[in-house]
């Protein structure tokens, strides 16, 4: 069984920073793909960067330069360090990551999803 656990949302004011933090658990192989997605009340989720496991980066638009994805592949983590938050950044984010696991040459895929951390970005 994978669990994705996230940590380091709240609340913050405009301009400030948070830092995220998701752990991969469960007899992990591998983690391939990395990503932040979030979701805000009443839109869809979207994706908000990800990472592969050689550290290549991608962000969606809205990012400009204010967050920085990065990952502990020893740890099996991934972070999101935010800056310059806005209120508009306010949602629900979530982790997702895909890989194998189990013991070799006994290995499965997994394509898991964590349970979403809040982030408030309010005066």
């Known amino acids: 069984q994978v669990q994705l656990t996230e940590s380091g949302g709240g609340l913050v004011q405009p301009g400030g920073s948070l830092k995220l933090s998701c752990v991969v658990s469960?007899?992990?192989?591998?983690?391939?793909?990395m990503e932040w997605h979030r979701q805000a009340p009443g839109k869809q989720r979207e994706l908000v960067a990800g990472i592969t496991r050689k550290g290549r980066t991608n962000y969606a638009d809205f990012v400009a330069g204010r967050f920085t994805v990065s990952r502990d592949n020893e740890k099996n983590t991934v972070f999101l360090q935010m800056n310059n938050l806005k209120p508009e950044d306010t949602a629900v984010y979530y982790c997702h990551a895909e890989g194998n696991y189990g013991t070799n040459p006994w290995l499965a895929e997994f394509d898991s999803w964590g349970q979403g951390v809040q982030v408030t970005v309010s005066s």
């Open positions: 469960g007899n992990i192989f591998n983690i391939n793909g």
